[in-house]
């Protein structure tokens, strides 16, 4: 069968897979509350925000949903023409309905736009800026596909942190990305990452990653959004979202700059997530991925294909699109 693909109805066939992994998400729970490490008294710990304290067993996974505790993620278009560099704007909107504009900071930023293709490719971790409680940020999408948009926020009013997520499409001939299998180590731009440890579904896990290059240990990462690594994970199928931090923080005394970052996660559920670790190093940020199973996994998640040819954009208004 030909791989192109008619994003189209590779979108529609999604809308189906969406929907039933959003009802298994409400089953198993979010994609795992704040969670310590057991023998850290009074520090740091790893964070994520498909929970929370306190009925966090009740909600679903981070980023299946668009709204959620009445704010609502509010793209301007839900179209961008792929390998075309677009400026994307969205707005937050509040249980009133209007754009909010106060926002508590994350990690040193007001807000956090994760972005994935839906097969898992296409991973990008951007920061828009606000005004008026419009966010605007430049994106290219470089590939046709369906991809979703991720924001951490926590508007000032809000009890906790959220992670609202939204689909947009990129026209053209779909050529889907097989799930990569497991490796323990990641090559970017000469640096080699090694991943210790794995996810376990329902329980804390510990996760290393240790930075070298040229063989050799890297002991003086960058501080990166106030930590010494940035970890996202996406599961497979449904991309519930979890979005974790390091124990320690550069600064504390205690938490040396490499080459080992430590994470400590908990995945939902059994199945296949992509890890994506961001690091800095001589002033630039780099992203290595891994492919990692928790649980019996089984067989990946298999794309649909149609044999039909792909349509043109069509002309769109940049005007909000709600939902």
Same mark, same amino acid.
């Given at each position: 069968?030909? @791989?192109?693909?008619?994003?189209?109805?590779?979108?529609?066939?999604?809308?189906?897979?969406?929907?039933?992994?959003?009802?298994?998400?409400?089953?198993?729970?979010?994609?795992?509350?704040?969670?310590?490490?057991?023998?850290? /008294?009074?520090?740091?710990?790893?964070?994520?925000?498909?929970?929370?304290?306190?009925?966090?067993?009740?909600?679903?996974?981070?980023?299946?949903?668009? @709204?959620?505790?009445?704010?609502?993620?509010?793209?301007? +278009?839900?179209?961008?023409?792929?390998?075309?560099?677009?400026?994307?704007?969205?707005?937050?909107?509040?249980?009133?309905?209007?754009?909010?504009?106060?926002?508590?900071?994350?990690?040193?930023?007001?807000?956090?736009?994760?972005?994935?293709?839906?097969?898992?490719?296409?991973?990008?971790?951007?920061?828009?800026?606000?005004?008026?409680?419009?966010?605007?940020?430049?994106?290219?999408?470089?590939?046709?596909?369906?991809?979703?948009?991720?924001?951490?926020?926590?508007?000032?009013?809000?009890?906790?942190?959220?992670?609202?997520?939204?689909?947009?499409?990129?026209?053209?001939?779909? +050529?889907?990305?097989?799930?990569?299998?497991? /490796?323990?180590?990641?090559?970017?731009?000469?640096?080699?990452?090694?991943?210790?440890?794995?996810?376990?579904?329902?329980?804390?896990?510990?996760?290393?990653?240790?930075? @070298?290059?040229?063989?050799?240990?890297?002991?003086?990462?960058?501080?990166?959004?106030?930590?010494?690594?940035?970890?996202?994970?996406?599961?497979?199928?449904?991309?519930?979202?979890?979005?974790?931090?390091?124990?320690?923080?550069?600064?504390?005394?205690?938490?040396?700059?490499?080459?080992?970052?430590?994470?400590?996660?908990?995945?939902? @559920?059994?199945?296949?997530?992509?890890?994506?670790?961001?690091?800095?190093?001589?002033?630039?940020?780099?992203?290595?991925?891994?492919?990692?199973?928790?649980?019996?996994?089984?067989?990946?998640?298999?794309?649909?294909?149609?044999?039909?040819?792909?349509?043109?954009?069509?002309?769109?208004?940049?005007?909000?699109?709600?939902?």
């Amino acid at each position: 069968m030909n @791989s192109a693909t008619k994003v189209g109805a590779y979108a529609v066939g999604l809308a189906v897979v969406f929907g039933s992994a959003a009802g298994i998400g409400k089953v198993v729970g979010p994609v795992g509350a704040s969670v310590e490490k057991a023998s850290h /008294e009074g520090g740091g710990h790893g964070e994520s925000t498909g929970g929370g304290h306190g009925g966090a067993a009740s909600r679903p996974p981070g980023g299946l949903q668009v @709204s959620e505790d009445g704010y609502t993620l509010v793209p301007y +278009r839900t179209t961008l023409t792929p390998g075309k560099k677009t400026d994307f704007r969205f707005t937050v909107n509040g249980p009133d309905g209007k754009p909010v504009t106060a926002f508590k900071p994350l990690h040193g930023k007001r807000l956090h736009l994760i972005v994935a293709r839906r097969d898992l490719s296409g991973f990008q971790h951007l920061h828009p800026t606000e005004s008026g409680g419009v966010w605007t940020v430049p994106i290219t999408l470089p590939k046709a596909g369906v991809y979703r948009f991720f924001t951490d926020v926590q508007p000032e009013n809000a009890e906790r942190q959220l992670t609202l997520g939204t689909d947009i499409t990129a026209p053209g001939d779909l +050529r889907p990305v097989p799930l990569p299998e497991p /490796e323990q180590v990641a090559k970017v731009d000469g640096y080699e990452v090694k991943l210790t440890g794995g996810l376990v579904p329902g329980k804390s896990a510990e996760l290393t990653l240790t930075v @070298s290059k040229d063989g050799e240990p890297v002991t003086d990462l960058e501080p990166y959004l106030e930590a010494y690594g940035h970890l996202v994970a996406l599961r497979q199928g449904d991309l519930a979202y979890l979005h974790v931090h390091p124990d320690g923080e550069p600064g504390d005394g205690e938490t040396e700059p490499g080459p080992g970052v430590t994470f400590f996660a908990e995945a939902p @559920s059994s199945g296949a997530y992509r890890l994506y670790l961001d690091f800095k190093h001589g002033g630039k940020v780099r992203t290595a991925e891994f492919t990692v199973h928790a649980g019996n996994a089984g067989a990946p998640v298999q794309q649909p294909e149609q044999d039909q040819p792909s349509h043109d954009e069509p002309g769109h208004d940049d005007q909000p699109h709600t939902h």
